[in-house]
């Protein structure tokens, strides 16, 4: 089972980016999404898809259906530059990562 | 608060063996599945190993199957990966991470080189 990502995304700070995450069916599966800054371990930010862990501010939002799983980050900061990897909890595979600049 | 801190890594040879250890506190360890997940240098996660609660029931990716296993001491509150065989694609840092709903606590890894 693989899940694809976009490389890279590219946002303007206050914007907001969207990172998909593509698998077959990707809709019916629960899915996480973690957030990996340079030399730091992965922090969860969204999991059961669109539900968000206490601490994660809320312009961190999830949504999935069909084939694809989107992670939204609203009014986009410089801080939220990082990899973002999703993940089907089924299979535990993991997305091969998205990088997302803010500039 | 949780708190998991991995160790046993370092260079190894081609066809040796290693154990790392995950040392957990902050929760009722015994309640959670625990998981491994690597990354290899500049690349991206890649789910290991996974052992419920109880330690009975254990899952591993196909790319270690047969060659490291997971176990768990309940009563020290640590989680363990025996690799054996390792090949140089084994080479990664190794994170373990507590499982809930997702991967909610994870440690600071620990680097493991296979190398002659």
């Known amino acids: 089972y693989e899940l694809t990502q976009a490389p890279s995304v590219s946002v303007s700070p206050g914007q907001t980016a969207s990172i998909t995450c593509s698998g077959d069916k990707l809709g019916n599966k629960n899915v996480c999404w973690y957030q990996q800054r340079p030399g730091q371990p992965p922090i969860l930010v969204i999991y059961?898809?669109?539900r968000r862990p206490s601490g994660i501010p809320a312009r961190f939002s999830g949504s999935n259906s069909g084939n694809t799983a989107t992670l939204t980050i609203s009014e986009t900061q410089a801080v939220d530059e990082a990899d973002y990897y999703c993940q089907d909890t089924t299979t535990a595979v993991f997305g091969g990562g998205t990088k997302l600049t803010v500039l | 608060e949780v708190q998991l801190s991995e160790s046993g890594g370092g260079l190894v040879q081609p066809g040796g063996s290693l154990r790392l250890t995950c040392a957990a506190s902050g929760f009722t360890f015994s309640y959670s599945a625990m998981t491994w997940v690597r990354q290899a240098p500049g690349k991206g996660l890649e789910w290991v190993s996974s052992?419920?609660?109880?330690?009975?029931?254990?899952h591993y990716a196909d790319s270690v199957k047969g060659r490291f296993t997971i176990s768990r001491d309940n009563s020290k509150n640590t989680v363990y990966l025996q690799m054996n065989s390792l090949r140089a694609e084994d080479t990664a840092t190794y994170y373990c991470?507590?499982?809930?709903?997702?991967?909610?606590?994870w440690g600071q890894g620990t680097l493991v080189t296979v190398s002659s």
């Open positions: 052992i419920s609660g109880s330690g009975s029931n254990t």
């Open positions: 991470a507590k499982v809930s709903s997702g991967y909610d606590y």
């Open positions: 059961q898809s669109n």
